[in-house]
């Protein structure tokens, strides 16, 4: 019986870390990556690169996965992005504000996305590894690093200890900068703004820039 080997470390300030990441992305393997909240790791989303990702995490396929993008522009065909999500990504994109929007082209996202629901979920993150790769590749698959139910990592070590023989890569850039998960806020269809999930950006400042709509 083969043993289980663990992934390719390389530090975020390596001159190969990217392109390394972003073929084994390419090939269908999972990458641990940081960001400004927690660790994730992704995928290109593929149906069979995200049921790897969900298998890994031990996570239902009804919760569905985030996408990190680098620009709106990359999801058009994707969701709705209407005036208050724009207002939403103007006010706090890059940052730690996940937005789920309703989707335009439902065939265009595969379940182990959505979660089988008519939203996805999305995010530009405030740093540059996810950012990079998202604008090499299109948007990516990410989810927190962590087997679910488990805390989150906060470092690439934790990631490797949680989720190692899994992943092909992992691109360390030291302890995160935030360590709480970013705040989740959904707009539907007609504009209205709902706060799913209070994190890293506080209740309070969403109430703030729509007064008391939120």
Do not use: C
Request: aromatic share 2%; net charge negative; proline share 8%.
């Amino acid at each position: 019986m083969s043993e289980l080997r663990g992934p390719v470390v390389l530090r975020a300030s390596d001159h190969r870390s990217l392109a390394v990441a972003a073929a084994a992305l390419a090939a269908g393997g999972i990458v641990g990556l940081p960001t400004e909240t927690v660790y994730g790791v992704g995928v290109i989303p593929r149906p069979e690169a995200l049921q790897a990702l969900l298998a890994a995490k031990q996570r239902p396929v009804d919760k569905g996965i985030a996408l990190l993008i680098d620009d709106l522009d990359q999801v058009d065909d994707l969701v709705v992005v209407g005036a208050a999500a724009r207002r939403l990504a103007e006010r706090f994109w890059p940052g730690p504000l996940t937005l789920v929007l309703p989707l335009r082209r439902p065939e265009l996202a595969p379940e182990a996305l959505t979660g089988g629901r008519d939203t996805l979920a999305l995010r530009i993150p405030d740093h540059a590894v996810p950012r990079a790769l998202a604008r090499e590749l299109g948007p990516l698959a990410v989810s927190s690093a962590n087997r679910s139910g488990e805390p989150d990592a906060r470092t690439a070590e934790a990631l490797v200890v949680s989720l190692g023989p899994s992943l092909a890569v992992v691109i360390d850039d030291g302890p995160v900068r935030g360590g709480v998960p970013s705040s989740v806020v959904a707009v539907d269809a007609r504009g209205r703004v709902a706060v799913l999930r209070e994190g890293a950006i506080e209740r309070s400042m969403i109430d703030a820039l729509f007064g008391e709509e939120a």
